[in-house]
T-cell receptor, first 117, second 113 residues
């Protein structure tokens, strides 16, 4: 159990376009989802925390108007990178916690690699 | 704020040798501590976690970690390394259930024949 999927697994887009990444909990209801960004050879940096039905809480330095997060249901959260630029190229990973006995554990998706040309 | 420090960005061991990956934490409250493994171009897989129960925690793939409050450490060990253990390992801490994780910088484990 505790499977989290992400779609797409990789995406290439032109500078200035917007990209939407989906994160789904497949076998549990995710009350909280997290979005992380990972640059090559570096650790994961938390971008934002989203609770179902509420506005996301963004970490300092993360532009909320650029990285739009929607957590409209208990199984789906989306991250939209608006007007993407080459510096937004990164590996984006979501995680989720929810209605399980191990609520302290975050289960991670497989990640989405974004390349902005 | 909670944080973790992983000592050694790269660790190399021979196949069959002991694996020891170090993690020290800083927390003002009893922490939740985790070890995750990441294979190339993949997400993170939970190896094991400490949630204030037993101090010696056993995880998947033969890994275990011991919570030592006096040393503020949560080192990851495995008695005998396999080639398939080569990956990036992250230690992480959170202050409460359902809170975001603060990750260490990661340790890349290389296993040589």
């Amino acid at each position: 159990g505790a499977v989290v999927s992400q779609h797409p697994s990789w995406v290439i887009c032109k500078s200035g376009t917007s990209v939407k990444i989906e994160c789904r909990s497949l076998d549990f209801q995710a009350t909280t989802m997290f979005w992380y960004r990972q640059f090559p050879k570096q650790s994961l940096m938390l971008m934002a925390t989203s609770n179902e039905g509420s506005k996301a809480t963004y970490e300092q330095g993360v532009e909320k108007d650029k990285f739009l997060i929607n957590h409209a249901s208990l199984t789906l959260s989306t991250l939209t990178v608006t007007s993407a630029h080459p510096e937004d190229s990164s590996f984006y990973i979501c995680s989720a916690t929810g209605d399980r006995d191990d609520q302290e554990t975050q289960y991670f998706g497989p990640g989405t690699r974004l390349l902005v040309l | 704020a909670q944080s973790v420090t992983q000592l050694g960005s790269h660790v190399s061991v021979s196949e069959g040798a002991l694996v020891l990956l170090r993690c020290n934490y800083s927390s003002s409250v009893p922490p939740y501590l985790f070890w995750y493994v990441q294979y190339p171009n993949q997400g993170l897989q939970l190896l094991l976690k400490y949630t204030s129960a037993a101090t010696l925690v056993k995880g998947i793939n033969g890994f275990e970690a011991e919570f030592k409050k006096s040393e503020t450490s949560f080192h990851l060990t495995k008695p005998s390394a396999h080639m398939s253990d080569a990956a990036e390992y992250f230690c992480a801490v959170s202050e409460n259930s359902g809170y975001a994780l603060n990750f260490g910088k990661g340790t890349s484990l290389l296993v040589t024949p």
